[in-house]
């Protein structure tokens, strides 16, 4: 490159390069900082991340390495941009369809949960979890996509309201993010959600359960301004609600899905 000359940011080989940086401690901060602003110039960058030889491992060394910092917590605002930028670029490749099972497998998440465990309400805390989030909430998005399909399956669903742990378990996912804050939900995956609860609403086991477990913000209007525009997915709210409300009651109301007869 000649002197002066400006680089092309969505010069392929300027990536390279970068990637190439996280390998090197001096220049590994200003790699991470310029890769998380071109990550969204190349889609296939986390194919890069992952397939580069210590890429990943480098990236993780930089999670780990501030672990020390959050319990008492004296994480610096500088360390916490620096991690959010790793943060980041693990995103990228837990979103990429190539990468996103082998990113699973290697149970890359788990890396995060000390993040999501911290109770700081300093800036530099609320990035962290907001970050991780993110990357807990592109596999999430797949995994409702996963349950759909399996609950869609007559012996899917079968197996999953068999007893009360399944159920429970897939139950409490989809809960979570419907309790996520409404701007962080899009309307694609709210209406996969509830077509979720609408087909585990046709196992009686199920009908039964979510009588009393179907998350609040689902039938107290919450999502009335997401959907406005959304005559599909309106109409597949009313669905839900209507089913699950038809079949109630009278008698003592079950306190959680545990206690639902699954013999």
């Not at 991690?83 to 998440?109: D, G, K, M, W, Y």
Request: hydrophobic residues 40%; glycine residues 6%; charged residues 20%.
């Amino acid at each position: 490159m000649l002197t002066g000359e400006v680089p092309n940011p969505r010069d392929p080989e300027l990536v390279e390069r970068l990637v190439l940086d996280l390998l090197d401690p001096e220049l590994k901060g200003h790699a991470l900082s310029e890769l998380r602003k071109k990550r969204e110039m190349f889609q296939d960058l986390a194919l890069l991340l992952w397939n580069s030889f210590g890429t990943i491992a480098s990236l993780l060394q930089e999670i780990v390495v501030v672990y020390p910092a959050l319990s008492p917590p004296t994480l610096s605002l500088p360390a916490s941009n620096r991690v959010c930028n790793v943060l980041a670029l693990l995103q990228c490749v837990a979103s990429h369809p190539e990468t996103r099972s082998h990113f699973i497998e290697a149970r890359i998440p788990l890396y995060m949960c000390a993040f999501l465990e911290t109770d700081s309400k300093t800036k530099q805390f609320e990035y962290l979890r907001l970050t991780s989030l993110g990357v807990i909430g592109a596999l999430v998005k797949v995994a409702t996509f996963i349950t759909e399909k399996i609950v869609v399956d007559d012996a899917g669903l079968s197996y999953i309201c068999a007893n009360a742990d399944r159920f429970y378990t897939v139950g409490a996912a989809l809960a979570t993010m419907v309790t996520s804050p409404v701007d962080q939900l899009s309307k694609r995956l709210l209406k996969h959600i509830i077509h979720c609860y609408l087909r585990m609403a046709d196992n009686p086991r199920g009908f039964a359960a979510l009588q009393t477990c179907l998350p609040a913000k689902l039938k107290d209007g919450t999502f009335n301004s997401c959907l406005k525009d959304d005559p599909s997915g309106r109409h597949l709210l009313q669905q839900l609600l209507v089913k699950v409300t038809s079949g109630r009651k009278g008698g003592p109301a079950h306190n959680s899905v545990g206690r639902m007869s699954w013999g």
